[in-house]
């Protein structure tokens, strides 16, 4: 008990100046991380960034638009998607990650759940490892990111991405989310990572259904509570098309109304694909909620009470 309270108290102080990379930079709170897929398959723009050069482009893009991270992913995670070969996650990725950390003033993730990956990516210049396995998948990638001394962002998923929409029945899946993050982040701890490098994602749209991940986004604040920042991905997801709609607009307003949600309830960093109308949502959610933090009338978080 003594060991949770410390965590909340140690996420309460770092939570105003945000994360402390390996580097010695600071993400403030709450940041934006662009989306890269230089994949062929991935759900939203699969084979736009194959080239390296739009690669590069795509991302210095992103980031003058006002993403604080670049989170580069050479393996689709997409329902249904097949597992990639390393060496070829490895031929995508790190020819942009080389070219990027010479170019880029912002920290840069590789989304990958392979410690071959991750150890070229970590050397190439990545400084965080986003793993939608949470140190699952590959028993070697937990020494990977401790030897870097890098950043990880573990994700809630159940199976593969091949088979996790057939695994998607909860008795409480806030519950067992916040348990099993949990267990991860300790397991983490265990193996040489520093609680201060640790971020956990609830993984939405992963083995969730659209009521799942609804309730998930209103249960934030108890995520919180477990006392690591807690990254959101709703970007473009089968679940804002599903209530807002598959048009353009639609998307992009859906994900932009989930994400001033999910910082209002106090997600540190959301990851998206579009930066720049992104921005404006997350300036705004973060400014109400620094006026309800300070305790004006009619403000106040919600505090989730259980299961919906």
């Known amino acids: 008990m003594a060991s949770a309270v410390q965590a909340v108290s140690d996420f309460r102080s770092r939570k105003s100046r945000g994360l402390r990379l390996r580097d010695g930079v600071t993400v403030r709170f709450p940041a934006i991380m662009g989306v890269l897929n230089v994949t062929p398959d991935s759900f939203s723009d699969g084979g736009r960034f194959l080239d390296p050069d739009l690669a590069v482009e795509h991302a210095l893009r992103m980031a003058r638009e006002g993403a604080q991270i670049i989170d580069i992913g050479g393996e689709s995670t997409r329902p249904g998607a097949a597992e990639v070969p390393a060496e070829d996650e490895c031929r995508r990725v790190i020819p942009v990650i080389r ?8 920290p840069i993730s590789i989304d990958t759940r392979k410690a071959m990956v991750a150890e070229h990516a970590l050397a190439a210049g990545a400084a965080i ?34 088979t996790m929409q057939r695994m998607t029945r909860y008795r409480d899946v806030v519950g067992e989310v916040a348990t099993y993050l949990a267990q991860r982040a300790a397991a983490a701890r265990a193996g ?22 609804l309730k998930l986004i209103g249960a934030l604040p108890r995520l919180c509570r477990l006392g690591y920042p807690i990254l959101v991905g709703v970007s473009r997801k089968s679940f804002v098309r599903q209530i807002a709609g598959a048009g353009d607009e639609q998307l992009l307003l859906g994900t932009a109304a989930a994400v001033a949600l999910a910082v209002a309830a106090g997600a540190s960093i959301v990851r998206v694909h579009d930066p720049g109308p992104i921005a404006a949502a997350v300036r705004m959610a973060a400014a109400i909620d620094a006026y309800c933090d300070a305790g004006l009338a009619g403000c106040g978080k919600k505090t989730y009470r259980g299961p919906m």
């Open 129 to 162: 490892v986003n793993d939608v396995s949470a140190l699952m998948f590959d028993p070697g990638l937990r020494a990977v990111v401790a030897r870097h001394r890098a950043t990880v962002v573990l994700m809630h998923m159940r199976g593969t991405p091949a």
């Open 99 to 106: 070219r990027l950390a010479r170019r880029l003033d912002c």
């Open 192 to 213: 040489g990572i520093a609680g201060s490098r640790i971020i956990l994602d609830p993984g939405i749209g992963f083995a969730k259904q659209t009521s799942q991940n």
